[in-house]
Each structure stands twice: as structure tokens, then as C-alpha cells.
């Protein structure tokens, strides 16, 4: 599956932004998706999964209650809204995609094959 982000952009803390990821391919239904971040001189982080049907979400601490993911399975496109932006969420959001939603974790992004091209997210304090 190819995977095409968009929607990073520039914003202050307090504001809010909505990520898409685009997917080709006829398995998008079958298919976990998910958001990861990198921020400059760190870890790459897992932000947020949701699975294929859309009825499970998982996200990381550090975005609970402020992050929601969704997907639209007619649009092969899942979407990551990010509300109350603190400057600590700036980084690099990439899209993945896989069969196995317990991959999405900080450790199990390794095994995560498909990788969208990444979507740069910039919140000044």
C-alpha cells in the first residue's frame, strides 16, 4: 500500500490541525492505520492507530484526550484531528499502515512496512 500525508502547517499553541493520510490499494479495510511523530534529535513516537473497521482506537499518552483518529474506508483516507497544539507536538507525522495493530507502539514500528512520506507539524508557544 502507498501512503500520501498532508495537512501539516504552521500553528500556535492552543490551535488545532487535521492530519490526512491517503492509501492506495484494495486492502485498505483490512488494514490497520496509524500516525508516528519524530521531532528533531528524538525517538520516532507513536501517536494514534485506528483499526480497519474504524471501532478501535489506541493512542499515545502523550495525546490522550487532545488527538482523535478516524477513517473513511470509502475515501481510503484516515485523518488524525489534533486539538489544544502544544510546541511539544512539533515534529515530523508520519502515516503507516499494517495488518497487525499491535504493531503501532513505539517498539513495533520497526516491523511496520508501509510508511507514508511524512507531513511536517510546527506549533510555536
Known amino acids: 500500500v502507498q501512503l500520501q500525508a498532508s495537512g501539516g502547517g504552521l500553528a500556535q499553541a492552543g490551535d488545532s490541525l487535521r492530519l490526512s493520510c491517503s492509501a492506495s490499494?484494495?486492502?485498505?479495510?483490512?488494514?490497520?492505520l496509524g500516525w508516528f511523530r519524530q521531532a528533531p534529535g528524538k525517538e520516532r513516537e507513536f501517536v494514534a492507530v485506528?483499526?480497519?473497521?474504524?471501532?478501535?482506537?489506541f493512542y499515545g499518552d502523550s495525546v490522550k484526550g487532545r488527538f482523535t483518529a478516524s477513517r473513511d474506508n470509502a475515501k481510503n483516507t484516515i485523518y488524525l484531528q489534533m486539538n489544544s497544539l502544544k510546541p511539544e507536538d512539533t515534529a515530523v507525522y508520519y502515516c503507516?499502515?499494517?495488518?497487525?495493530?499491535?504493531?503501532?507502539?513505539?517498539?513495533?514500528?520497526?516491523?511496520?512496512?508501509?510508511w507514508g512520506q511524512g507531513t511536517q507539524v510546527t506549533v510555536s508557544s
Open positions: 503507516a499502515a499494517n495488518q497487525h495493530i499491535a504493531y503501532f507502539s513505539d517498539y513495533g514500528a520497526k516491523l511496520i512496512g508501509s
Open positions: 490499494g484494495d486492502t485498505f479495510n483490512e488494514l490497520a
Open positions: 485506528i483499526s480497519g473497521s474504524g471501532s478501535t482506537t
